[in-house]
């Protein structure tokens, strides 16, 4: 079993940042690639970053270039880094292991 934990979430001004972390915890033998999806109210949950084990990123053409997936020393806690955040990016944001685990979601919330 994994459990992941995910902080940092709040509410920022259109322009500014914020740091998500994901720390996983329980068995978590063999660290996995992982994600960050967000599902916005009336959304489908989307795709935002992920990491492989080797570090090989990809992001969602809408966050390229302002959000940075990372891991932390050890592969754990995973981060997302938020910069020049918009409107648009209010969501709920989860972590994701590519094994099959949610988070339970943090609430970040851009207001213009």
């Known amino acids: 079993q994994l459990r992941l934990v995910e902080s940092g979430g709040g509410l920022v001004q259109a322009g500014g940042s914020l740091r998500l972390s994901c720390a996983a915890s329980?068995?978590?033998?063999?660290?996995?690639?992982m994600a960050w999806y967000r599902q916005a109210p009336g959304k489908q949950r989307e795709l935002v970053a992920s990491i492989t084990n080797g570090g090989t990123t990809n992001y969602a053409d809408s966050v390229k270039g302002r959000f940075t997936i990372s891991r932390g020393d050890g592969k754990n806690p995973v981060y997302l880094k938020m910069s020049s955040l918009k409107v648009e990016d209010t969501a709920v944001y989860y972590c994701f292991d590519f094994r099959g685990y949610w988070g339970q979601g943090t609430q970040v919330t851009v207001s213009s």
């Open positions: 329980g068995s978590i033998f063999g660290i996995n690639a």
